[in-house]
């Protein structure tokens, strides 16, 4: 089957720049992907890391360790309209290609 | 980026009645589909995959005579829950994929059963 492990919650406040980290067991892995989910809204993709190694999106970076079977969000600059829950996910195959969830990480950016 | 849309947004039930949600791929054909379930501040778990034209894949502990999908085109794909109970109330979120391997996701179904 497959596990992911993420914090619960994280705080910070504008301005400043923040780390998420994920942490995944799976077999058959294919990628990394990192989406946002305000309240009572859908998850929005951010981005995908299939190879080791930074991938870089304006504010928002994700790295990927596959080795380490780690990843991370990085925000930068952050704002208050990046206050949400971020999800880790892990694009697998397993009997079928699949994309599985973390549990979230609820991020509160304070001023 | 590519839209999905679902339909209804959300909907109100009686316990015991069936519901009905679409999922559609805009402005691709999507070979496969996603249904997933999200409880408050939970996060979103996998119900099914659904290819067209076969049979969706079940996940461990969904009853796939409750949750009755069906994917009859590229570009649709349906959720049935049948015999809603008040625990089925949730948010559904259904997700498509393209050729590419790009996945979208839908804004989701709030379903209520009373």
């Known amino acids: 089957g497959q596990s992911l492990e993420q914090p619960s919650e994280v705080t910070a406040v504008e301005g400043a720049i923040v780390q998420i980290n994920c942490t995944y067991q799976?077999?058959?892995?294919?990628?990394l992907s990192w989406y946002q989910q305000h309240d009572g809204g859908a998850p929005t993709f951010l981005s995908y890391?299939?190879?080791?190694g930074l991938e870089e999106t304006g504010r928002f970076s994700s790295f990927l360790s596959r080795s380490d079977s780690y990843g991370y969000l990085l925000l930068q600059e952050l704002q208050m309209k990046d206050s949400a829950s971020y999800f880790c996910a892990v694009r697998a195959r397993t009997g079928g290609f699949k994309t599985i969830f973390g549990a979230g990480t609820r991020l509160f950016v304070k001023a | 980026g590519a839209v999905v849309s679902q339909h209804p947004s959300w909907v109100i039930c009686k316990s015991g009645t069936s519901v009905k949600i679409e999922c559609r791929s805009l402005d691709f054909q999507a070979t496969t589909m996603f249904w997933y379930r999200q409880f408050p501040k939970q996060s979103l778990m996998l119900m099914a995959t659904s290819n067209e034209g076969s049979k969706a894949t079940y996940e461990q502990g969904v009853e796939k005579d409750k949750f009755l999908i069906n994917h009859a085109s590229l570009t649709l794909s349906t959720l049935t829950v049948t015999s809603a109970h008040p625990e089925d109330s949730s948010f559904y979120i259904c997700?498509?994929?393209?050729?590419?391997?790009?996945?979208?996701f839908g804004p989701g179904t709030r379903l209520t059963v009373l």
């Open positions: 799976t077999s058959g892995f294919y990628g």
């Open positions: 997700s498509a994929r393209r050729p590419s391997d790009e996945q979208f």
């Open positions: 890391n299939a190879l080791d």
